[in-house]
């Protein structure tokens, strides 16, 4: 039962070439969030996802970066054409809603991509 | 714009002794959420403690407490009997109280704890 879980554990990649990062959150959780931590900017918010909806993109850095949700469950972070300013560590939360507030709640944290671009 | 600052970078205790983590928060909001992650090399964040900002007393959880002055926008963490394991980078995060939900963190604090 487990927790939020994320793959691959590392990645590295050259520059120029796409890569997918995936999450899987906690059964039953809607609420999913992709953040990213690097050295120089800390964390920072990248999509939030309710259910397969995407309400917010607005941390995405750039056009190169795109994500997805399918089945309200497993999200996919894709990033295209990655730069070595990319290379930082990619984590997942995920957090259940609230009754008919629609209200998220405490956020649970996977253990992270790292990412790293030669 | 929320921001959250933590102004100690590093932090030192002693075993067994007690240390103090300082956070400040700037809003306009009047609902909101705080909350103390840590995260050891693993990675893994953890969720050590959270605060309403519409609730007045003070949250603990064991060993951890907080010291939340509203007025002053000031949330500080308290670790009692700091033990080895608590060795981390320490994360204060704000919530807006809407529905969505992301958390702005600060810069975080690496807590150092000696034998």
């Known amino acids: 039962g487990a927790g939020v879980s994320q793959s691959p554990s590392n990645k590295v990649t050259e520059k120029g070439k796409d890569v997918e990062l995936r999450c899987d959150p906690i059964s039953g959780h809607t609420a999913l969030y992709w953040y990213r931590q690097s050295l120089g900017q800390g964390l920072e918010f990248l999509i939030y996802f309710q259910g397969n909806s995407a309400p917010d993109k607005s941390g995405l850095p750039s056009d190169r970066f795109s994500a997805e949700r399918t089945g309200g469950s497993v999200s996919t972070l894709t990033i295209q054409r990655t730069q070595q300013e990319d290379s930082a560590v990619y984590l997942c939360?995920?957090?259940?809603?609230?009754?008919?507030?629609?209200?998220?709640?405490?956020?649970?944290f996977g253990p992270g991509t790292r990412l790293t671009v030669l | 714009a929320q921001t959250v600052t933590q102004s100690q970078p590093e932090m030192s205790v002693q075993e067994a002794e007690t240390v103090t983590l300082s956070c400040t928060y700037d809003?306009?909001?009047?609902?909101?959420?705080l909350f103390w992650y840590k995260q050891p090399p693993s990675r893994q964040m953890i969720l050590v403690i959270r605060?309403?900002?519409?609730?007045?007393q003070n949250a603990t959880e064991n060993r951890f407490s907080v010291n939340f002055q509203k007025a002053a926008k000031s949330f500080s963490l308290k670790i009692s009997d700091s033990q080895l394991g608590d060795a981390a980078m320490y994360f204060c995060a704000y919530r807006s109280g809407g529905s969505q939900g992301n958390l702005i963190f600060g810069k975080g604090t690496k807590l150092s704890v000696k034998p």
């Open positions: 605060q309403e900002a519409y609730k007045q």
């Open positions: 939360a995920s957090s259940v809603v609230r009754g008919t507030s629609g209200r998220t709640d405490t956020q649970y």
């Open positions: 809003t306009s909001e009047s609902d909101y959420y």
